[in-house]
Structures are given as C-alpha cells and as structure tokens.
C-alpha cells in the first residue's frame, strides 16, 4: 500500500513524499506559489493523485501517482479569480472531475486527464475559502464551500443545481470531512477563524449535512 504526503510550504516548491508505511524518502516537486494541495485518485486506478492550486497565477498542476511517484501531468490556466481550494469528486455523469472554489464561482473541470476536459462554471456566492465533497471519487456527490464574506457554508446537491445556505461564525476559512458521528457517511466541520469557532455538520443523508 502507498501513502501520499504532500505539503504547500512556504518557499517556492510544494513537498511531496510518497510513503510505502513509513515516513522515510521524500521528493520534492516544483510548484511555484502555490496555496494548496488536495490529494484525489483523478484516474481512478485506487492510487491518489494531487491537485496544486495557485491563488496568484490562477492555475492548477495536476500531479498523478504513477510508479510509486508523483509526476507533474500538466497546469491548467483556470478561468477563476483568486482560485484557493480544489476538491476531487464525481459528477452524476460519472465522469471524475475537480472542482475549484474561487472568487464568485465555483470552477469544474470534467475529465481532467483526458484530451478533451470539459469546463463548466457554476455561480457561488463571494470569496470562497473553501470546497469539499462528501464523497470519494468513485460515488456522486455534491459539493460544499465557505463563503468567508457572507459567513456561510453553501451546500449543493450532486446536479450542482443551487446552494443551500447554514449560517456560520464569522470568518469560516476551512472544511474538514470527517465520519465524526461514525454512521459511514462522512461529516464536516468548519473552522470560523474570526470568532475561532469550530461548527459541526452532521451528514444524515449520504450527500448533505
Ligand atoms: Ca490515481
Ligand atoms: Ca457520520
């Protein structure tokens, strides 16, 4: 079995460690500026690959595991302002597809790894600082972000048709999926770093809180 570690530091490359049990060799990947890394399995071949998203250059690296490594696949130029978070997930179609909460709008990009990936923007409210997904890649499921100006947390079904808004804290600025509540379907808590508040979501459903 191998464990992917990968870390936005501060200098101008992210750190990525491929682990087979133990904390031992690392490599280190260039990835200028970048602000964030998610870990999804992107080709669906069980290993997980990384997503690198940079707020200042408005791009995304695609980084897919292969032969024990992680290998730099290709940047995407996202039409996303200040994009800040990415999340793997799984569109009703069935295709593998990332999305990427920016400013405004969320950004989703079907079948990354093919030749042809599809672009579709979906409005959200403004400066998101956040996105997840309730699911892995290999179910559908929808999507929720933070809205770090309206103090939210925006839920939307697998048709990514609305959101619906739970009020929050002031100042949310991060997701965490988590079975806190162990029922097999996975929760959220959101961190509100103005009011240094952690809110818990109870998944009761499968796919919403
Ligand atoms: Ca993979
Ligand atoms: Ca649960």
């Avoid at 690959?49 to 130029?77: F, K, P």
């Avoid at 996303?80 to 569109?91: D, L, N």
């Avoid at 295709?95 to 969320?106: E, I, K, M, Y």
């Avoid at 947390?153 to 079975?179: C, F």
Wanted: hydrophobic residues 45%; glycine residues 8%.
């Amino acid at each position: 079995m191998v464990d992917a570690f990968v870390s936005a530091g501060l200098a101008e490359e992210a750190t990525a460690g491929i682990l087979d049990g133990a904390t031992s060799a690392f490599e280190a990947l260039p990835a200028a500026h970048v602000s964030d890394v998610r870990v999804g399995d992107m080709d669906a071949d069980g290993d997980p690959d990384a997503l690198a998203v940079s707020t200042t250059h408005s791009t995304l690296q695609i980084l897919r595991n292969e032969n024990g490594g992680l290998e730099v696949l290709h940047a995407l130029t996202l039409d996303c302002k200040s994009p800040r978070a990415a999340t793997v997930f799984r569109t009703v179609e069935g295709s593998t597809s990332f999305a990427v909460a920016c400013d405004g709008a969320v950004v989703i990009v079907e079948r990354p790894l093919s030749t042809a990936p599809g672009v579709a923007i979906v409005d959200a409210p403004a400066r998101l600082y956040d996105i997840a997904s309730l699911a892995d890649s290999s179910v559908p499921a929808g999507l929720s972000v933070v809205s770090i100006e309206s103090h939210e947390l925006l839920v939307a079904p697998p048709s990514l048709e609305g959101w619906t808004p739970y009020g929050l804290a002031r100042g949310p600025v991060a997701i965490a999926v988590v079975d806190v509540q162990p029922d097999n379907y996975p929760d959220l808590i959101v961190l509100s770093l103005e009011q240094r508040r952690l809110s818990l979501f109870v998944n009761q459903r499968g796919n919403a809180p």
